[in-house]
């Protein structure tokens, strides 16, 4: 039989960052999406539907990791402790060249989504080659996901030619449009240093015209302005400008090298910004200046980026790491509060990635729910939702929920097979010298 409602009672609520904590709650999910929810002296009678009983559990909107690349699980602690510059080009590039085929993609991104959803991210906002392979293995796995078809001008896993680059995206495109409601495909073009302005403009048209989201990497590290090709502004950022990429469906990841007028730039744009500070720090990129952009009100999200340069997917970390980084660099321990960083991972990323109904427990918004055991020692007591900031890991998280279908019960993943994953990742890693 399938189960098309699900009835969690005796939890409590975290609804949004802006709302307090609410006990002894019910709340229903019918089909895809949340129906309602109130206190336990009201709890409705469902029959049919799958109990959990809440107790002692936290419910929360399932977290969004707005930038991966998921298939790097492979290369994860293959060459750390190095510079931008050196890691890409001298081990991550030739590693890909080597390494990255469909295989390849399929396995270790749905060993990212594991992960993922064994700490409570429900969606991804991935950037890869074979894309095919990721969108498939992400929807293999049950979460939701923003797939992109990544872009260089150089020859690249599955497109060796890279005068049909935008060709492939599109083929991408076309495949994904419309063929699930968990899979939104994108376009990513990698960097304004691999991709010709002639590339950036044929890339942006096309996320035009199938009206999906455009995804950069941009200001990432100091030295980017010296090697972006032919520069047609004098930062990075007004570079894309002067391209005319910016608008309110294009996603700038990194931003950490922005000057005043860059950041007025972007907030006229529209565009959204997403920080991945763990990343930053690995990579010595620097510190965004992400509490300036928040307070402008430019939508700030948050992503963890590939696990070769974090080496974590664990959102709760991520948002950690932001919020504290934020104090250091300010000096001011007020800068970039926990509520402002909980909205990054959730709503903020929700409305970056154009999708609407995510991010908050809401009735109407999509049944992507992530339930955490509070009978953990790092979450006793528990005043507030700060403590998600501060003292939150995926590793208390119990139950995911995606979809309004249950991915995770009792920590265990009933999506698919964990260990026949793990096998096949260990095998595609042994010849790189890996365990
Ligand atoms: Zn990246």
Redesign the pocket.
Known sequence: MTITSILISNVTLFTDPDSPLATNQWLLCEGDSIHSFGSMESIPDCPGAACIDGTDKLLMPGLINA???CAMTLFRGLADDLELGEWLNKHIFPAEAANVNKEMVYWCTKLAAAEMILSGTTTVAD?YFYEDQAAQALLDSGMRAVPAQGIVDFPAPGVPDPSTNIDAVETFLTNWKNKDDRITPAVFAHSPYTCSPKTLQAAKALAVKHQVPFFI?IAENRHEQSIIVEPQGTSPIRHLAALDLLDNDTVL??CVWLDDEDREIIKESGAGVVI?PQ?HLKLASGIARTSIMDTMKIPIGL?T??SA?NNSLDMFCEMDILAKTQKLWTLDATAMPAKRVLATATKNNAKILGLSMLGEIAPGFKADITLLDMNQPHLQPFYNSDALVYSGSGAAVETVIINGRIILRDCELLSFDLNECMTEVRKLAAPLGLL
């Open positions: 930038h991966n690349h950037g990497h990841i990194h991945c990343s992503g980026d590939g340069s």
